[in-house]
């Protein structure tokens, strides 16, 4: 299977300049920036990380490289999407496959995490 995690995703522009960050680690905890604001990690269940996983090997590129597109959106946002294996930058404008949109679609709704709630300076454990 391809390695897919750790992951580091970003969703920038928009017309407010939104930078917000996210990595996941290879046991499934998910560290969130907003702006330069970091949150605590979270854990993602077993079966959210199974469907990520599963998803995110799906929406591997033909070819293990960096995928930059030429067009540029003027109110969109640029994303990033890198894996072990893979990295994909790209406009939200732009055309994607399905798994990939698919990987988009699981991967934004981590970003609304509480990023008030600062890093806690020790790693949790589990």
């Known amino acids: 299977m391809v390695e897919v995690l750790p992951l580091d995703f970003a969703r920038r522009g928009g017309l407010a300049g939104v930078d917000a960050r996210l990595h996941i680690t290879d ?18 269940d077993a079966s959210q990380l199974a469907t990520l996983k599963q998803v995110l090997a799906d929406a591997t590129p033909s070819k293990p490289r960096s995928v930059a597109t030429a067009i540029r959106c003027a109110d969109g946002f ?49």
Not at 89 to 116: E, I, K, Y
Request: net charge neutral.
């Open 78 to 126: 640029k994303y990033l999407i890198g894996t072990p294996s893979w990295t994909v930058t790209t406009d939200g404008c732009v055309s994607h496959t399905p798994a990939f949109d698919r990987a988009l679609t699981l991967l934004l709704p981590l970003l609304q995490a509480d990023a008030t709630n600062p890093v806690s300076p020790i790693r949790p454990t589990h």
């Open 27 to 44: 046991d499934g905890w998910v560290t969130v920036s907003n702006d330069g604001v970091t949150g605590r990690p979270k854990a993602l």
